[in-house]
């Protein structure tokens, strides 16, 4: 991987009247310990820790923007904070600064059923979400994995395992408060469900990674709770047989709800950790959601399209706690890759490519890992064109290092020249920064770089990420 800059390099130590002012603000929610500054300096990204200088806990919208203008005066960088279960180096201090934690940030502001909508504070976290509004018969269904929070979601553009249905956070962030880089406190938009005033300001906050402002509140889509839920795993000879499944499915307009794919040696790993007996072929992972009547018609014929196919079993997870286990597998398999190889990090690609060139990638990608030293298991919401390929290295070890990095670079060349993307979902970070002006071309990116400059014009908004300034 490119080396990261040292946390030692551009560091300027905090002046004493920044440190007072911060406690006058934060009392004793302001924390300069190495192990909270070392928690606040890590994510699931190959990279080793970079700590900030000073963590603090923020509780509202008007402590965050006044740790905002505090930065602006003393040039001091600020690195947004949820739960820290970003892959790209999202909130790592490159040049220290403060980490604002948005966790206590946790209260659910508004929910209105009757519209569809809710609006909560950015450290609500999914789980918690989906908990409180449980007795409403409504759900968020945006569910990336892990147990992030919204803001953090939001910032990312997450999407996760019900994408192919619901779409992403991009769908369904309706409107948000956000604290810019010149410390202004901002209204992206209303509660209405649509409008075309303006520029599109909610947007341009969803997928910008803490670069362009603190998202502090968000208003997102609830839906009601479908009538009936069923799920199916099926079994193929192939990774290709079960794309194609895949691609077939999604080209004749079944709505299905999930459709997730784990290669062989990711099932291995998965029936390890989680104590399954799942054939150690690659598998697809379906749910159906909707009426009694349509989620059996829309499974028959998916189960007929997977045989075709060649599919060797097709099983069915009718009771809740069954199909709770078999997702709570997918969700815990990123974990699970990890321990085929102890002490490794996870190089985790990201690409997205055009459903219809879908399984020439993923079979190219699976003949690049093959002749690979590195274990490199492959997952992915592959309903609408995403996968993930674990490629598994000891970062002490220079030529894993460098096999990983050339291993991830082969895969997202292939994704672009099929008109794909490099990350669909996890965002870009530090770690796939050098793909964007390939993805994008340089008027693009320079574009990108005057919109940070205009919202950020001090660089101090989580410097060093998605665009260089």
């Not at 009936?228 to 000879?237: D, G, Q």
């Not at 895949?246 to 459709?259: K, L, S």
């Not at 829309?298 to 997870?317: D, M, P, S, Y």
């Not at 995403?386 to 291993?407: Q, Y």
Request: aromatic share 6%; hydrophobic share 40%.
């Amino acid at each position: 991987m490119n080396a990261p800059v040292s946390p030692h390099v551009l560091r300027k130590p905090l002046p004493a009247e920044f440190i007072d002012a911060l406690l006058a603000i934060f009392g004793t929610r302001l924390s300069t310990a190495d192990a909270v500054r070392e928690h606040h300096g890590r994510d699931e990204s190959p990279y080793p820790p970079m700590p900030p200088d000073a963590v603090v806990f923020a509780h509202s919208t008007d402590e965050v923007a006044e740790l905002v203008n505090l930065c602006r005066r003393h040039r001091v960088p600020l690195i947004p904070y949820g739960v820290g279960s970003s892959l790209e180096g999202h909130l790592l201090a490159l040049q220290g600064g403060v980490c604002v934690d948005l966790s206590q940030m946790n209260r659910v502001l508004a929910v209105n059923p009757e519209d569809l909508t809710i609006t909560v504070q950015a450290g609500v976290t999914r789980k918690q979400l989906n908990q409180e509004i449980r007795d409403t018969g409504f759900f968020f269904p945006i569910d990336p994995g892990a147990d992030a929070t919204i803001g953090g979601m939001t910032a990312t553009g997450a999407s996760g395992t019900n994408a192919v249905r619901y779409g992403t956070m991009r769908e369904n962030v309706l409107a948000l408060t956000v604290v810019t880089g010149e410390g202004k406190v901002i209204r992206t938009a209303r509660r209405a469900r649509k409008s075309s005033a303006g520029y599109d300001l909610t947007r341009i906050f969803v997928g910008s990674e803490g670069t362009l402002g603190v998202i502090t509140e968000i208003t997102l889509r609830i839906y009601p709770q479908p009538e009936a839920v069923s799920a199916a795993s099926c079994s193929f000879p192939t990774v290709e047989d079960a794309v194609q499944t895949t691609i077939a499915t999604i080209q004749m307009g079944i709505p299905v709800a999930r459709c997730e794919l784990l290669d062989a040696l990711t099932v291995k790993a998965v029936n390890a950790r989680d104590k399954l007996r799942l054939p150690e072929m690659p598998l697809l992972l379906f749910e159906f959601h909707g009426s009694a009547a349509s989620v059996a018609e829309q499974a028959t014929t998916v189960e007929e399209i997977a045989r075709e196919h060649g599919a060797a079993a097709f099983e069915w997870a009718i009771r809740p706690e069954d199909r709770t286990r078999l997702w709570e597998a997918r969700h815990n398999a990123y974990f699970a890759c990890l321990q085929l190889k102890p002490g490794c990090r996870s190089f985790t690609t990201d690409v997205c490519v055009p459903i219809s060139r879908l399984a020439e990638c993923i079979a190219d990608t699976v003949r690049d890992t093959e002749q690979s030293f590195l274990p490199a298991p492959i997952l992915g919401h592959v309903g609408d064109g995403n996968f993930h390929c674990a490629i598994l290295a000891d970062t002490s070890k220079p030529e894993e290092l460098a096999e990983a990095e050339r291993l991830n670079k082969l895969i997202v060349t292939r994704a672009l020249a099929m008109d794909g993307t490099c990350t669909g979902e996890h965002g870009v970070g530090m770690h796939k920064m050098e793909f964007l002006r390939e993805e994008h071309g340089d008027d693009a990116l320079e574009l990108m770089a005057r919109i940070k400059r205009s919202f950020d014009p001090l660089d101090i908004m989580n410097p060093g990420k998605v665009v260089r300034v």
